[in-house]
């Protein structure tokens, strides 16, 4: 996205990157869209969904928007996925936009903020796991949590228009951590 966006983006689209404070909300507002998410997506088969991101690890700044990621088997019913989850302002992002074929994106929006993101990836993904571990990782282990904050605020700061930029610049910790013992 960055500076060479298209002007009839929506705004949230190309809003800027914010870390903010710790939010202890940003746990149970984690689960309530899980358990939404659980809701709209059982019918087309969809039962594993984890908070993931930098709002599921207590205490870590981030941007104040719930990751959230679900598997399932096929996207042969993603024309009705769409539908039902526009219902509740979640807009679609066809990887075409997105840029990452190996999942299907969906960016919940209120006020012309986002608020969640939705990685539907398909089963067997190699990112699903790198994902939890990752997470997991830094909820076991302050340090290193510490240091993401740290890299974080940085590449904010850097990058404060250009959300694939702080993305792509948090690559290499991303890689270390996933590496480490």
């Known amino acids: 996205m960055g500076e060479?966006?298209?002007?009839n983006w929506p705004v949230w689209a190309t809003e800027p990157v914010e870390i903010k404070t710790p939010d202890p909300a940003w746990l149970e507002k984690g689960r309530y869209e899980v358990n939404q998410l659980r809701?709209?997506?059982?019918p087309f088969g969809v039962s594993e969904i984890e908070h993931v991101g930098s709002t599921s690890i207590p205490n870590l700044p981030a941007k104040p928007i719930i990751d959230m990621m679900a598997q399932i088997k096929s996207y042969d019913d993603l024309e009705e996925i769409v539908e039902k989850l526009k219902a509740d302002n979640w807009n679609y992002v066809p990887p075409e936009l997105d840029g990452r074929?190996?999942?299907?994106?969906?960016?919940?929006?209120?006020?012309?903020k986002?608020?969640?993101h939705l990685h539907?990836?398909?089963?067997n993904e190699e990112?699903?796991?790198?994902?939890?571990?990752?997470r997991d990782k830094l909820r076991e282990?302050?340090?290193l949590a510490r240091q993401y904050a740290e890299l974080k605020r940085k590449l904010?700061?850097?990058n404060h228009d250009d959300r694939e930029a702080y993305t792509y610049a948090k690559t290499d910790f991303v890689k270390r951590v996933l590496e480490s013992e």
């Open 4 to 7: 060479n966006h298209n002007n």
């Open 39 to 42: 809701e709209h997506l059982s």
């Open 101 to 112: 074929e190996w999942r299907r994106f969906f960016v919940k929006v209120k006020g012309d």
């Open 114 to 116: 986002r608020q969640c």
């Open 120 to 123: 539907l990836m398909l089963e």
């Open 127 to 134: 990112r699903w796991g790198k994902q939890i571990i990752f």
């Open 141 to 143: 282990n302050p340090l």
């Open 156 to 158: 904010a700061e850097e």
